[in-house]
């Protein structure tokens, strides 16, 4: 976790009034596109706003048009080495106080029989996701139905980050991270 060298922190700018966003990093934009794509098709009480990147760092010419990231989403593809890479990388640039429960890791091609072709080993992300008491979603995105689930589940993930759930914080997806 980078202390004082951070690019990314999460309480710099003032939150938006009824609007949750995400920043999806990852190395396949495939991905990122289904996520997001599903994410906004879902029905929310909130407005959802989502930003997409490869890696970190974030282009600093832009900075005053960025918006405050209420949960950043690390999507690691388990048949691709640059993709684990691009995250570990990125993870340096995140100011500490994100892994208070603003930050998840999700993680694809790696079930349904397919783990002995996988690049990656899931325990490596395992262990990535514990060091940061983040948690870790596995999914296949696909079909429809798997790239839905996740997307409503980061969605609800999502809400809470964005504070909009009265009653509970951000913390508390720190506690639910072994049975995500």
């Given at each position: 976790m980078?202390?004082?060298?951070?690019v990314l922190?999460?309480?710099?700018?003032?939150?938006?009034?009824?609007?949750a966003?995400?920043?999806?990093?990852?190395?396949?934009?495939?991905?990122?596109e289904?996520?997001a794509?599903?994410?906004?098709?879902?029905?929310?009480d909130?407005?959802?706003?989502?930003?997409?990147?490869?890696?970190?760092?974030?282009?600093?010419?832009?900075?005053?048009?960025?918006?405050r990231?209420d949960?950043?989403?690390f999507?690691?593809?388990?048949?691709?080495?640059?993709?684990?890479?691009?995250v570990?990388?990125?993870?340096?640039l995140?100011?500490a106080?994100f892994?208070?429960?603003k930050?998840?890791?999700?993680?694809t091609?790696g079930r349904?029989?397919?783990i002995?072709h996988?690049l990656?080993?899931?325990?490596?992300v395992?262990?990535l996701a514990?060091?940061y008491?983040?948690?870790?979603i596995?999914t296949?995105?696909?079909?429809?139905?798997?790239?839905m689930?996740t997307?409503?589940?980061l969605l609800?993930?999502l809400k809470i980050c964005?504070?909009?759930?009265p009653?509970?914080?951000?913390?508390?997806?720190?506690?639910i991270?072994k049975?995500v």
């Open positions: 980078a202390g004082n060298a951070a922190r999460p309480f710099e700018k003032i939150p938006a009034l009824n609007v966003t995400v920043l999806l990093v990852g190395s396949e934009e495939s991905h990122r289904l996520i794509n599903a994410m906004l098709k879902e029905r929310t909130f407005a959802v706003k989502i930003h997409m990147t490869t890696a970190l760092p974030l282009p600093f010419e832009r900075e005053h048009l960025r918006p990231f949960m950043i989403v999507l690691i593809n388990l048949n691709n080495q640059y993709s684990m890479a691009s570990t990388s990125s993870i340096a995140l100011d106080h892994f208070l429960g930050v998840c890791f999700l993680s091609k349904h029989g397919k002995q996988c990656v080993d899931i325990s490596t395992k262990d514990d060091k008491l983040s948690p870790l596995q296949e995105l696909e079909n429809e139905d798997d790239v689930c997307a409503k589940r609800n993930m964005a504070g909009l759930v009653g509970i914080s951000s913390l508390y997806t720190g506690t991270r049975y």
